[in-house]
């Protein structure tokens, strides 16, 4: 075997991969997995006899040449994914004069916020990565939320972006007038920029429920992204109020530790059965000479994701025959009949987001554990009052009840003087033209904002895609000797119609309740294929579509 060349052994590696990833028969991966590790040592031992470097990223790239002519002063808000991959295109693209604004103490978003035990990205590590800053570390298949945020601080200290960002500093304000953003603090101070970049996500505003007697409660009670990191949940009786992927990922780690948890349920979720395979520290180590690998498990999971996954979202029935198949099979090893009922929803599977654990059904199934389908009449100080009467006594409450996914950017109150209002804009419900630009509001470039595809696609490839459309952009307004920018009314107009005229194909309005429907029931992320938006963000923009202003 270790004479075949270092091109056959990635090539079987890879195909090992593939095979234990498509099996379901535990023997079969076993055995793929067996052959992996051969192969590893076989890797391991030819990088050293050809003395390949350890992909090391090394320090921070020199800046990219500078565009001609004057630099535009950029204000990029919100230090997460979206706002990280713009400070790092910016900085290749040479672009140098831009701030990233950020209220927390850290960067991260999303991944600096949500501490809660068990938390995990729900799409696979080698995907959820900017396909410029691969990582051969991820320890899991489904990386733990810790992980990513070390991450996404690498790629920061990689592109040398923290001396852009200024943390603890809360946008109250975002005026455009003279030409210009004004862009103000909460401290009153204002930070002026010729373009304003919203990157603020969606995962973001923690949605409490409206349930009487919220604030009685007399013991701990957080919001799902809320739970102090390293909460002790020992010994305790845990409410944990829904049931989407936050609540899916606390109840699993939860009930190991808890003296009883609780699952207020009001909707049953499909969940997909999806292993989280723990990665070996040979497999890293051998990972870190073949970028080459690093590729294919990108490409691979990137196909697995948009043609397996996001085309079922959006109509391809086969894909959500699969899918279904898979999430019917998993409910039915529930062995109780009647806590296999409760939990079986009553809508297609993907019209909610699917829910991918291994580990959920299992935690149900402890004697430590209820699933509570009654619904919720009140809090009381001492717990959760159903209505049929029963308290549920607590020593703390966890809402798991999701985000306010369609504020996007409202609060940073953004507006034109002698003009449109975003919220006003806004009034019938987010829109956007192509996820990037607002027609009315000059050189507000969303990453991130309504029409992105949250679905499917990983948002760091989301976000990447949308940065690179946003760089080209910059460019060829400096080629055109262009200050000033916005999408056509009408060219906005045809796209959101463009957008609406798509839903119809799409599974999440098959008639389920879900985050991807504004309270007008109405969808505001990409309607169409992960396809379709990697072409139109790879293709624009189109600058015809455009007001120019020179
Ligand atoms: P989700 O997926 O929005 O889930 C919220 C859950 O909270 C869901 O089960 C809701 O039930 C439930 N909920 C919300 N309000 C209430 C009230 N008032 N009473 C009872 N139950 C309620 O949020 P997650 O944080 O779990 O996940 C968000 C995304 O983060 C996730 O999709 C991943 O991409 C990462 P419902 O189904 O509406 O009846």
């Known amino acids: 075997m270790d004479t075949m060349s270092t091109a056959t052994a990635c090539d079987l590696w890879f195909q090992a991969e593939v095979g234990r990833l498509s099996t379901t028969d535990e023997r079969t991966a076993a055995e793929f997995s067996r052959r992996q590790e051969e192969l590893e040592d076989i890797l391991l031992a030819r990088a050293k006899e050809e003395g390949r470097a350890v992909n090391e990223l090394g320090p921070a790239p020199e800046w990219g040449e500078e565009p001609k002519g004057r630099q535009p002063r950029i204000i990029i808000i919100g230090a997460g994914v979206g706002g ?43 995907f959820y990565s900017f396909s410029f800053f691969k990582n051969p570390a991820w320890s899991q298949m489904f990386a733990p939320g810790k992980e990513i945020k070390q991450y996404l601080s690498d790629v920061a200290d990689h592109y040398d ?52 007697g919220l604030d009685s409660f007399e013991h701990d009670k957080f919001h ?5 990191e ?21 109840v699993s780690s939860v009930v190991e530790k808890a003296a009883h948890v609780t699952v207020f349920q009001r909707t049953a979720q499909w969940i997909f059965p999806a292993p989280n395979d723990y990665y070996s520290e040979k497999r890293r180590r051998m990972l870190e000479y073949y970028p080459e690998l690093m590729q294919r498990l990108f490409d691979f999971f990137m196909d697995m ?10 109509g391809d029935k086969e894909s959500q025959r699969r899918f279904a198949e898979a999430c019917e099979a998993n409910l039915a090893t529930i062995s109780d009949p009647e806590l296999r009922t409760k939990l079986t929803p009553d809508y297609p599977v993907m019209c909610k987001r699917l829910i991918f654990s291994h580990s959920y059904y299992t935690a149900l199934q402890k004697p430590n554990c209820t699933l509570e389908v009654e619904q919720i009449d009140r809090i009381e100080a001492q717990g959760v009052r159903l209505t049929d009467g029963r308290l549920v006594e607590l020593d703390v409450l ?23 209002l975003l919220v006003d804009a806004w009034q019938e419900g987010a829109r956007s033209f192509e996820s990037i630009g607002l027609a009315g509001f000059p050189n507000l470039l969303f990453v991130g904002g309504p029409y992105s595809t949250v679905g499917n696609l990983s948002t760091m490839t989301c976000a990447e895609l949308q940065v690179n459309y946003i760089i080209r952009l910059l460019n060829e307004m400096k080629q055109r000797g262009a200050t000033t920018i916005m999408p056509k009314q009408d060219e ?21 309740r879900s985050w991807y429907l504004d309270e007008r029931g109405r969808i505001d992320i990409w309607t169409k294929s992960p396809e379709a938006f990697m072409e139109r963000m790879t293709s624009g923009p189109d600058l015809n579509k455009y007001e120019l202003i020179a």
Not at 96 to 114: A, Q, R
Not at 495 to 506: G, P
């Open 398 to 420: 966890v809402l798991a009840t999701g985000f306010d996914t369609h504020a996007y950017c409202r609060k940073l109150d953004i507006q034109v003087a002698n003009g449109p």
């Open 230 to 250: 390293g909460y002790d949940f020992s010994g305790k009786r845990v409410g944990v109020i829904g049931n989407g992927s936050s609540s899916v990922q606390i």
């Open 84 to 126: 990280l991959a713009m400070g790092a295109k910016l900085r290749e693209a040479g672009y140098s004069d831009f701030v990233i604004i950020e209220k927390s103490t850290d960067l991260g978003g999303t991944w600096h916020h949500n501490n809660y035990p068990g938390v995990a990205c729900d799409v696979a590590s080698y």
């Open 305 to 314: 994701y948009n043609t397996g996954f996001g085309n079922g979202a959006v």
């Open 492 to 512: 906005q107009d045809r796209f959101v119609e463009e957008m609406e005229a798509a839903v119809v194909n799409t599974v999440w309005v098959t008639g389920c």
């Open 161 to 212: 972006l923290r001396r852009n960002i200024r943390f603890g500093t809360a946008v109250d304000r975002c005026l455009y007038k003279d030409g210009r953003w004004h862009v103000e603090t909460q401290t009153g101070e204002v930070i002026e920029g010729d373009f304003l970049v919203p990157a603020t996500g969606f995962l973001h505003i923690p949605k409490l429920p409206d349930i009487p």
């Open 224 to 228: 799902s992204s809320r739970i102090p």
